[in-house]
């Protein structure tokens, strides 16, 4: 089961936010309350922490992408649909 990780609203007139780096990559575990990345406010750059734990199966946001508040950023589960893309590029 996978779940999304949205942008978060870290102000209360936050309306979106700018990725500025991935903390952790693709297929990297990841705990509840540990920083994934940092995001950029309009009044200063905080760790976004994960609110999932499993394996960070996809990020859909690159470095500098600016993202509205509840959109998802990136995907965290445990591993299988990473697992099936590995299976699918070996049957080509």
Same mark, same amino acid.
């Given at each position: 089961m996978s779940e999304e990780l949205n942008m978060p609203?870290? /102000?209360?007139?936050? #309306?979106? /936010?700018?990725?500025? #780096?991935?903390?952790k990559e693709e297929g990297s575990e990841v705990k509840i309350g540990e920083p994934v990345a940092e995001i950029e406010?309009?009044?200063a750059v905080v760790e976004f922490e994960s609110y999932a734990e499993g394996i960070l199966e996809k990020i859909l946001v690159e470095e500098g992408s600016k993202v509205n508040?509840?959109?998802p950023i990136a995907i965290v589960g445990d591993g299988t649909n990473i697992m099936e893309e590995e299976e699918e590029v070996q049957e080509e």
């Open positions: 609203q870290m /102000g209360y007139d936050m #309306k979106e /936010g700018v990725v500025i #780096k991935w903390l406010t309009d009044k508040v509840g959109e």
